[in-house]
């Protein structure tokens, strides 16, 4: 796993920003095939990080959310560009919850893959 800055960080309405980071990988499975799940695991550790901190919503009425968007690198890597959502009173804590939740996963599917 290779691990890179924030990207950046938009103030919107007040509170709500969008913050976003990248997350890159050896393609050794199928990360395309795991979108629900990557996206599923995601949006629990956001939401275990802003459940008692983040009580207010986004413009849109949804507390604080994340997109996931899908891609490769140059040399074939994949690449994950994650985009966390709403008003975050601590966005590096959520970020490092999200980036955890997912590495996570994707080690046990490893794992089980491997036949460990």
Known sequence: MLFTFPVKVRPHSVGNSEHKFEMTF???IDLFAMRSELQEAA???????TRNKDKVST?????????????????????LQITLNGVLADPQNAENAVVCAIG?????????????
């Open 43 to 49: 949006e629990e550790a956001l939401a275990e990080t």
């Open 26 to 28: 050896e393609p050794d």
């Open 59 to 79: 413009a849109k009425g949804r507390g604080p959310h994340c997109t996931i968007n899908f891609g490769t690198s140059e040399i074939g890597k994949y690449r």
């Open 104 to 116: 996570s996963l994707l080690h046990s599917k490893r794992s089980i893959s491997d036949g460990a």
